[in-house]
């Protein structure tokens, strides 16, 4: 994938992860990953930097500026705001059509169905997408959206459930498998990306 968007940067270790991938490959690669929190604002950060684990306020764009190489950092490009009114703006910014897409944003059922619906109108052909916590979380909206508005609407082959073999263990005293789901674009057949656009745009406007 040469052109890749992010829903959820967090502290970036998924763009970072993805642009290194990209250096290791040999191919030319942007990133756009979509967060509310600026890179400049302080947050609170869980580092090593060679004296013991500590917690400690750093904003993004400190800590990849003391620690990250520049061939990764220069693919990325940090968008601030909630994803509706980044994709509002995407096209009139003249941003591309994607080849790949990450969803870890917002959990909850609304947000990922609206960033997966951008991710569909965003594509390019063969795109494909992955969306991390298909769990069955207290507030978390993936599993449902996949289980009853997706996986009908595929090719069998075209979608995969990854288990992660960890756990997530919350507050709310839940004890769930970490697992996430790709959807591959090239096993999409010629007529399944419209109507999943058509069948996530209908129901995202009606409810």
């Known amino acids: 994938?040469?052109?890749?968007?992010?829903?959820?940067?967090?502290?970036?270790?998924?763009?970072?992860?993805?642009?290194?991938?990209?250096?290791?490959?040999?191919?030319?690669?942007?990133?756009?990953?979509?967060?509310?929190?600026?890179?400049?604002?302080?947050?609170?950060?869980?580092?090593?930097?060679?004296?013991a684990p500590r917690v400690v306020q750093r904003s993004l764009?400190?800590?990849?500026?003391?620690?990250?190489?520049?061939e990764l950092t220069q693919r990325i490009h940090c968008l601030t705001g909630d994803s509706r009114t980044v994709i509002r703006q995407w096209r009139r910014e003249g941003r591309p059509c994607v080849d790949f897409c990450f969803i870890d944003g917002g959990h909850d059922y609304r947000t990922v169905k609206h960033d997966l619906l951008a991710s569909f109108q965003l594509a390019n052909p063969g795109c494909s997408m992955v969306l991390d916590d298909y769990t069955d979380r207290k507030g978390y909206g993936v599993k449902r959206l996949i289980d009853t508005e997706i996986t009908p609407r595929l090719?069998?082959?075209?979608?995969?459930?990854?288990?992660?073999?960890?756990?997530?263990?919350?507050?709310?005293?839940?004890?769930?498998?970490?697992?996430?789901?790709?959807?591959?674009?090239?096993q999409l057949g010629r007529a399944a990306l419209p109507q999943l656009r058509e069948c996530c745009d209908a129901?995202?406007?009606g409810h």
């Open 155 to 186: 090719p069998q082959e075209a979608l995969e459930v990854i288990d992660l073999m960890a756990r997530d263990r919350t507050v709310f005293g839940e004890d769930v498998p970490h697992k996430m789901v790709l959807i591959q674009g090239d």
């Open 1 to 51: 994938p040469r052109r890749i968007l992010e829903f959820g940067t967090g502290r970036g270790y998924g763009a970072l992860c993805m642009a290194q991938a990209a250096v290791d490959g040999g191919f030319d690669c942007a990133v756009w990953t979509i967060d509310r929190i600026p890179p400049t604002h302080a947050q609170p950060w869980a580092i090593e930097e060679g004296d």
């Open 61 to 70: 764009a400190e800590v990849w500026g003391a620690h990250i190489p520049a």
């Open 203 to 205: 129901t995202h406007h």
